[in-house]
Structure formats: C-alpha cells, structure tokens
C-alpha cells in the first residue's frame, strides 16, 4: 500500500495505541504503529499522525519524546492523551499534574461542533473517557479551546490552520460514544477514507503467505479450537492448498467440558487434518503448588512447546519440510510488551521467550498477527466459518489456567472498616468484605494486584452498582475489583483462605460449573449478548475447604476495556442455584468491576 494513503499511530507505550490504530482501519483507513524514535523521514510520506497515550509525564527525564519538527510537517496530527500533552508541551504550552487523576467516564461540553471539521458531527454535549492524572495548563499560540469537562479545562484543542488537534479524552475506546466520529473526522481531514478492509487485507496477507512459505515446506498449526486458530487454518489453507497445513490439537486438561471431543468432531467436519494430544498430566504434574500468574502462564506456555515438539517427531515430521503456525492475534501480541513503550502487562503463552526465538528465526508463522477479534470473526466469516464459530466467545489459550486463583492475601480489617464506612453515603445497607486473595487489574496502563472488595446484595440497580464500584477503585487505589454476592442481604463474618490446587479434581469441578453457565446462556439466548463470561474458582468460600465462583460477563470490543455485563437478574438467580448445588462450591459471586480497572480474567 502506498505510504501517503496510511495513517502512523506514535506508540508512546500503554495499551492505547493499538486500540488507536484498529478503531482507525474499522473506520476504513489503513494503520501502522510507529515508534517516537522512527526518523522523521519516516513520518514524511504519511497521510496523518496520532500520537496515543501512554503511562508516562511528559515532564519525566525519561519520558518518551519525539522530535518537534514531526509538527512541521504539514501533516494533520492528532494528539490522544499522553500525545496530547506532548505535543502541547513542544509548541511552547505547558502541562502539569492535575493533583486530581480521573479515570472514568466524563462529560465534555463542546462550544460549536459545526465549526471545524474535527468536531463535525458530535454534539454539544458528548460522553468521554478520561484515564489521566497530568493535564495542559496553557495552550501554545494558534489554539483553540474546542471543548472542555468540569475538572478539565482542555479537554479538546486545536490549531485548525494546521491541522494539529489535541484531545484528553480516548476516542477509541466505546465508552466514548462518539469516538468513532471524531476519528473519521480525522481520517477525513487526512483524505484517506476507504482505504483499508478485510478484503485487501485476505489479498494481501495471501501473497505474504505464499512468499514466506516456499513451495516444499508445510504449516504445523497449533489448534485450540476457539475462533483465531480456526480461522488462521482457513487463512493458510486458502494460501497454500489444504494438503500443506496440517493441525495440532493439545489436551492440557484446563479445557472445558467435553471441549476435546467436540472440536475433535467439528475440526474433522471442516476438512481439518487433527492431531489431538492428551498431555493433561503433564500439564497437571507441572503446575502442582504454582500459584503465581506469570509463572503459571510461563509453564503452560512452555509445555505447549514440548507438546509440539514430540509430536512433531512421533509424526515423524521433518522439522526443515514444516513450519509451526499459530492464530495469535494483535492484542496478544500488545499486552505482552511487544511494543516498544508498552509496559509488560502480561505474558501470553504464545510468547513465552521459546516462541519468540522461533518467530525471530522465520520459523513460525502467524498470520493473524496484524488483526483484532472483530476482523479475525469478519475474516472467518468470509472464509465460510459458520457462525457458531464466528460467534464463540474468546477462550484464554491458557485456558482454565487462569481461570483457577491460587494466591493468598491477608486481609486487612482496618480498610475493610474504612471502606465500608465509606459507601454509606450511597446507601445505608451496604455491608462489604474484602477476598483473602489478590485480584488483578490495569490502573492508569499498569497491571496492579490489590483487593477485591465483596457487597452484599442491597439493591437491584445496576447503574448504582455500577457507580459503586467505579467510586470505590477510584477512591481506594488498594481496590481493583468489586463484585457482589446475589440473593444475600448478609455477608458472611469473614472468607476463610482455601488452597487450591491446580489439579484433574479442581479443573473438573471449575469445568462442571462453567458447563452450567454456558447452557443457560444458550437455553435464555443470551450467548451474543455477551463478549466474554469467564467463570472464575477462587480459594475461599464461608467454611474450610470450600471454594467459590466468580461469574465475571462482560461486553467489550477488544477486549481493551471492557463493562459488566447488566445479567437479567432471574436468569442469575437460576445460575447461581445451579452452581451452588454443586459440591463444594461455597457462594457465587457477580464481579461488577469494568476494565479499567480491573481486567477480564481474573487469573
Ligand atoms: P485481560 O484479562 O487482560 O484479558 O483483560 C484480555 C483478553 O485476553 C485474554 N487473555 C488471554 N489470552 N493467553 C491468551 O491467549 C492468556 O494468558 C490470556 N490472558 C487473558 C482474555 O481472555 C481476554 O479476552
């Protein structure tokens, strides 16, 4: 593609600037992620920069910069965040910490939308996403106040005779409601509408396919059975004829119920040639007593090699004739710190170091690797994958790994005090708890392991609830997930601390209880309704030796962020009885957290 028909996105680290860049190409114009150290050469021949957010202060030592001739350039800019306030900063403005960090929804009042091209379209007044703690005090000379939220004077800028736009909101994320307008708008600005589609990309993905694999060599897919092996199969089986890929299915034993036989049956229908591997005890002997989330992600990871690895040898396969494939995505290649700023938010099992020694010497393959969940469902439904496919819920490569906590954390009863008092403002029947065990989140781009809090179940309103728990992780930096016990207007006294351990037994017992969810996600209808619902063990539950499940639903686009999903309350009654009857299972939580703070999986 020719470079004046792109947009550049400046990685300036967080997790924002991919989000950026494939909100951009789903509104029809093509992207690719720079670094702020790329030479301004580099920048010349495009059609429009942003610059994304990212953790940092601008006024940090060692905070990323780039270099301020990149506004000189004659190319519209786009500012987001982070970008915003560099590039405020370089044209002589001034940015300071706001002493007040906001993270969450905000309102932002626009003056005159049907001014400028930048602001054609939104309304006076828009909902935003806000996620910062620095903010520009003073704007350089030429700008423009385009917009502003109460706590921020700022909130949109810009320079219209150059072209240069500064926003402290994310545009990208959904909770913005009319990001995508104020993007398009941009994209307009740069004149490069229509310039990217699933479509150019199978034309061109096809041909790079094609190159990379010469014509005596064979793909050897890792299979997992959820969307994005799938269609990577489809993909290279289209590139190079059916007869050279051939597909690897591991057992790890962190499957679902009675996942192995149904893929094993459904891949067969789809003209798959299957290996199916049991190495559950393997998998199970390895992670006795681990309870730490990379680690355990590290040795799962690590297994998934030795795995391939024998089987390519008792398939007798001759290691210079195959190549490994695999269906890695764009997120995970981001939330790994596979960019250059991106704080390491986690480690994905398909790049532990192993792998990536294999994808630094050629011999790995990925050919979704430039996409996000909704162009892999659009490209696998143009390569004929029946919607029950398309439509799965994403599924962790590490399956129920993550899925089963093993950490302990004392709790500390003065802030269960503390918060507690705290939430009476919202009503006078809250009761609150805290879990003897960390939970996970990304506060501010960082990953953080802090409390998960417990509410008792004193109102049916969801929108409070909602309020509740953004006001309590905003307020209490200790705090990262809020979830809520259904049906019981009394908490227990105290969680007691079980160990739990990732074995046949545990995993059997966590696989019966998703089991249960997911039928009464297909028997209601609800299934499409929801992005993601991991089902979640914990180690704790009223008496000893008792855990519990957490039901965490969410509706996301890319998984970047995320909100719970506002269950109908029958239909989580009707699970929350059908879990509890399962044997050792203690209580069933509802996690009320969206992402930010906390994250999707629980691990
Ligand atoms: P989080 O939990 O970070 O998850 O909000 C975002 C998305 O990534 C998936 N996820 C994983 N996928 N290996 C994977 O292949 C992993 O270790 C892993 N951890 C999280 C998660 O299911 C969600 O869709």
Not at 33 to 54: C, P, V, W
Request: net charge negative.
């Amino acid at each position: 593609m020719e470079s004046d028909k792109k947009i550049a996105v400046v990685d300036f680290g967080g997790q924002y600037a991919h989000l950026i860049a494939s909100r951009v190409r789903r509104l029809g114009a093509y992207t690719e992620i720079l670094s702020n150290e790329d030479s301004i050469e580099q920048f010349k021949n495009y059609a429009g920069i942003i610059f994304s957010g990212g953790p940092s202060s601008v006024y940090e030592k060692d905070s990323p910069k780039i270099d301020p001739e990149i506004l000189n350039l004659g190319i519209p800019v786009l500012g987001i965040c982070y970008g915003h306030q560099l590039s405020t900063l370089l044209m002589g403005g001034k940015v300071e910490n706001s002493g007040n960090a906001e993270y969450g929804p905000a309102n932002i009042e626009i003056k005159n939308p049907k001014k400028y091209e930048i602001s054609r379209g939104l309304s006076n007044l828009e909902k935003v996403w806000m996620s910062h703690g620095d903010e520009v005090r003073k704007l350089p000379e030429g700008f423009e106040v385009y917009g502003s939220s109460d706590s921020c004077e700022f909130a949109f800028v810009g320079d219209d005779k150059r072209k240069i736009y500064g926003i402290q909101f994310h545009p990208e994320v959904t909770h913005t409601t009319h990001g995508n307008i104020l993007l398009s708008n941009f994209i307009r600005i740069c004149s490069v509408e229509h310039s990217w589609s699933v479509d150019q990309f199978i034309e061109r993905e096809i041909k790079i396919i094609q190159e990379h694999v010469s014509p005596e060599r064979k793909v050897f897919l890792l299979v997992s059975g959820g969307v994005d092996s799938t269609v990577a199969y489809l993909l290279l089986a289209k590139a190079l004829g059916a007869d050279r890929v051939r597909g690897l299915l591991v057992d790890t034993g962190f499957m679902r119920k009675n996942e192995v036989t149904d893929l094993k049956l459904n891949l067969k229908k789809l003209g798959f040639d299957l290996t199916v591997r049991d190495e559950s005890e393997a998998f199970y002997n390895a992670l006795v007593g681990k309870v730490d989330p990379e680690e355990k992600r590290m040795i799962v990871g690590n297994l998934f090699l030795d795995a391939q690895a024998r089987a390519v040898s008792e398939l007798n396969l001759n290691p210079k004739e195959w190549l490994l494939g695999q269906g890695t995505i764009y997120p995970d290649t981001i939330e790994s710190g596979g960019t250059k700023h991106s704080h390491k938010i986690k480690t994905h099992h398909n790049r532990v170091p192993a792998i990536q020694a294999l994808i630094e010497s050629g011999e790995i393959i990925e050919p979704l690797r430039d996409l996000y969940k909704d162009e892999v469902r659009e490209l696998g439904t143009k390569l004929g994958l029946p919607s029950e496919w398309t439509e799965r819920h994403p599924f962790p490569g590490p399956g129920l790994v993550v899925r089963m906590i093993a950490t302990k954390k004392d709790i500390e009863a003065n802030l269960e005090n503390e918060i507690q008092s705290y939430l009476q403002k919202f009503n006078s029947k809250i009761q609150t708890r805290l879990l003897p065990f960390p939970s996970v989140g990304v506060q501010g781009d960082q990953r953080t392991y802090a409390n998960c809090l417990v509410l008792n179940d004193f109102t049916e309103d969801w929108e409070l609830l909602d309020k509740i728990a953004t006001d309590a992780t905003n307020k209490f930096r200790s705090i990262n997930r809020v979830v809520f016990l259904p049906g019981e207007i009394n908490l227990p006294v105290k969680y007691l601390f079980t160990e739990l351990h990732l074995n046949r037994e545990l995993s059997d017992l966590l696989r019966e209880a998703d089991s249960t969810v997911f039928s009464i996600l297909h028997n209601r209808n609800i299934h499409n309704e929801i992005w993601q619902m991991p089902v979640v063990m914990v180690p704790c539950g009223r008496e000893v030796d008792q855990f519990s499940i957490v039901l965490r639903p969410v509706e996301s686009n890319e998984a970047m962020t995320a909100n719970f999903y506002r269950m109908d309350r029958a239909v989580l009654n009707k699970m929350k009885h059908s879990i509890r009857s399962i044997s050792g299972i203690s209580d069933v939580f509802f996690d009320l957290t969206n992402k930010p703070p906390g994250t999707i999986e629980w691990e």
